[in-house]
């Protein structure tokens, strides 16, 4: 089983992260490396929570030792994921259409103000392959993948807000 934990900060406030990047969604995550698409299934708001089911198809370099069981088409999988309002918390499971039984991958995005006009992201999750030799081959690979997307995403967000707030100023979020 393989763990990360990723933290990076944000230039802005968490009210207008979470506003822009949560609830507007201000990018896209096409733009992310190794994403070949994704494509929203359903989404459900409760209010307090929000409930989103996202198609995606991803590419990488599988490693040749697992070429034989994992192929391309494996890498699509079913995103499963709540935004709970209240506590500012990403959480979500992977479903992958091949290898369900021996693939676990979890993992939240954690917003928290940082006291100082920023935002802090903290990003955490497991990934397990279950399958002998070949999940102790392809995990730190799909680890590695994991965290290029979360850097870039990072990245791709906190230019994004920047660019939003320069265009439309900063959003009126008194409700």
Aim: hydrophobic share 40%.
């Amino acid at each position: 089983m393989q763990r990360y934990n990723i933290v990076n900060y944000y230039d802005f406030p968490i009210d207008v992260v979470v506003e822009l990047l949560m609830e507007k969604a201000i990018y896209n995550l096409n733009d992310l490396p190794n994403v070949s698409t994704n494509e929203l299934i359903e989404e459900r708001d409760t209010g307090d929570k929000k409930f989103i089911k996202v198609k995606w198809c991803v590419h990488g370099q599988i490693p040749k030792a697992a070429q034989m069981i994992i192929r391309p088409e494996t890498l699509t999988f079913l995103e499963d994921s709540v935004w709970d309002r209240k506590t500012r918390v990403y959480s979500t499971k992977i479903i992958p259409h091949f290898f369900k039984n021996q693939v676990d991958a979890r993992h939240k995005v954690e917003f928290h103000d940082n006291k100082d006009g920023r935002t802090k992201r903290v990003l955490s999750g497991t990934f397990e392959f279950k399958i002998p030799i070949v999940g102790a081959i392809f995990e730190p690979v799909v680890l590695h993948y994991l965290k290029q997307n979360a850097e870039e995403d990072f990245k791709i967000g906190n230019n994004a807000l920047g660019k939003w707030i320069k265009e439309n100023g900063m959003p009126d979020l008194k409700k």
